[in-house]
């Protein structure tokens, strides 16, 4: 069973930073041929697309964070990042990290991530 384990969440201030790391238990070979994504989803609101990155490195973001968020990944390490700079209240949420390969889809258990104005 595959297993991703998300950390790097907190409290942290508008316009400050915050690295998320998710760890995917799977061997090298899957993870290096899998799709990456983050996910968040606000009190109230639907869960949404953030950025994913796929197995061939291409990205795609979220309009709203565009120009914020970077997501990148190591394969040697079975991990996948979200860099977010400038955070803004409205980025508050639990983010989650998921991982698809073969048509099936898995997801790690969520890190808050709070902002505060």
């Known amino acids: 069973q595959v297993e991703l384990v998300e950390s790097g969440g907190g409290l942290v201030q508008a316009g400050g930073s915050l690295r998320l790391s998710c760890v995917v238990s799977?061997?090298?070979?899957?993870?290096?041929?899998?799709?990456m994504g983050w996910y968040r989803q606000a009190p109230g609101k639907q869960r949404e697309l953030v950025a994913r990155?796929?197995?061939?490195?291409?990205?795609e973001y979220a309009d709203s964070v565009k120009g914020r968020f970077a997501v990148s990944g190591n394969n040697a390490k079975n991990t996948v990042y979200l860099q977010m700079n400038s955070l803004k209240p409205e980025d508050t949420a639990v983010y989650y990290c998921?991982?698809?390969?073969?048509?099936?889809?898995?997801w790690g258990q969520g890190t808050q991530v709070t902002v505060s104005s």
């Open positions: 998921t991982q698809r390969f073969q048509s099936r889809t898995h």
């Open positions: 799977t061997s090298t070979m899957i993870f290096v041929m899998s799709d």
């Open positions: 990155i796929n197995s061939g490195g291409n990205t």
